[in-house]
């Protein structure tokens, strides 16, 4: 197996999915960031096996993932394959000593498995047991956005309406999308309805909420630790290929100081206020920061405020988090391999 070694870097890393629009865009946060690759072996499906991906300007081969890869020892493996590899994979990788960061829905409410942004609970990652979660792409900048507000005035309620780009879905919501912009019939689709000129809803459970509703209700509670924190939220993909835009109102326990906060946000490394214009979702695109413009207040409640926030669904939202989990760890000193587990956890 040809792995390009740099000699001034330091971890051993796996992607697995590394072929997806998550996992490509894991390859170019890394070297963007100048994370300390020694090693980097690339994973996807039997599909890709025999491709190759640009690392520094090198070729690196795609491996079809099997249970071998498991004992090559890396420090660190990136998930970004779907939920049911990530079951079977991550706690084996875990189990022999890596340190796994998944940004499927796996383990998200897992207890075992923290559920981190590295700005609002980037301590949480210092207690993993071998894997750890990325939030939902949605569930990301918002909890970046809410973090601020919750510090200074307190938060009560918050009601959001996403407004989500197809790359949400991965590739195949680009090539749905792509599709009936060219007037073909798609090949693939992520949802029954036309996606052009059309605004549609995640699939809608028995209960009347979708999954990924849920998934923003409950994921943002875990990560700012406000359990009895009151969410309600309703994701609509429209039709746009990057980016995902929130309308946010939030009540919070005190009466909103809107100066304040807005110099709190400017302070705030991933936050972009927007205050002459408003962030849209292709001006976001491609940047790693959480843009947030918009914000009024509330006529009827001076404990309650609205905002715009907007952010890359592919970097923030899914790699660039990744990557900054694994960035808080290293800071800390906490991200070399460990010690194969002894717990049984066979391949
Ligand atoms: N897109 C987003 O905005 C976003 C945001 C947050 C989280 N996520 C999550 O990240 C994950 C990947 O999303 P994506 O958007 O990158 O999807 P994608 O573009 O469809 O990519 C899927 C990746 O998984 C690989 N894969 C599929 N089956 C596999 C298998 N059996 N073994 C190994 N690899 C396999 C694919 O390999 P092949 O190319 O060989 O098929 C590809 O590399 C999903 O769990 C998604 O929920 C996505």
């Not at 197809?166 to 792509?178: E, H, I, K, T």
């Not at 693939?188 to 809803?201: D, E, K, M, Q, Y």
């Not at 926030?309 to 660039?320: I, L, M, Q, S």
Request: charged share 15%; with cysteine; hydrophobic share 45%.
């Amino acid at each position: 197996m040809f792995i390009p070694r740099i000699a001034t870097m330091s971890y051993r890393i796996g992607i697995v999915g590394a072929t997806g629009l998550v996992g490509r865009t894991l390859i170019d946060v890394l070297a963007e960031r100048a994370f300390p690759v020694a090693e980097l072996g690339l994973y996807a499906s039997a599909r890709s096996a025999g491709s190759t991906l640009k690392w520094h300007g090198q070729a690196v081969p795609v491996h079809e993932l099997t249970p071998s890869a498991v004992e090559i020892g890396y420090d660190v493996v990136f998930f970004s394959a779907g939920a049911t590899v990530s079951l079977q994979y991550a706690p084996l990788f875990a189990a022999a000593g890596a340190t796994v960061v998944d940004n499927s829905s796996a383990w998200r409410a897992d207890p075992t498995a923290p559920l981190v942004v590295p700005e609002v609970n980037g301590h949480r990652a210092l207690e993993h047991q071998g894997i750890i979660a990325n939030p939902n792409c949605s569930t990301i900048q918002l909890a970046v956005a809410l973090k601020p507000i919750a510090d200074l005035f307190g938060l009560e309620r918050v009601v959001v309406a996403t407004y989500q780009s197809v790359s949400g879905a991965g590739q195949r919501g680009l090539d749905q999308l792509s599709a009936e912009l060219c007037g073909q019939e798609p090949s693939v689709r992520i949802s029954s309805h036309p996606l052009a000129h059309n605004a549609v809803f995640h699939p809608i459970g028995n209960d009347g909420w979708s999954q990924e509703e849920r998934k923003v209700m409950t994921e943002l509670l875990r990560i700012l630790e406000l359990p009895d924190l009151a969410v309600a939220a309703t994701c609509v993909r429209l039709p746009f290929f990057r980016s995902h835009a929130e309308a946010v109102w939030v009540q919070c326990q005190h009466p909103v100081d809107l100066p304040a906060l807005t110099a709190a946000y400017q302070q705030h490394p991933s936050i972009a206020v927007c205050q002459e214009d408003y962030p849209t979702p292709q001006s976001v695109a491609g940047s790693d920061q959480v843009w947030i413009g918009r914000m009024r207040r509330d006529h009827f409640d001076p404990r309650a405020i609205l905002m715009w926030v907007v952010a890359d669904n592919v970097r923030k939202g899914a790699a660039t988090n990744a990557v900054q989990i694994a960035e808080y760890l290293h800071h800390h000193g906490q991200l070399s391999r460990k010690q194969p587990s002894t717990s049984g956890v066979t391949l």
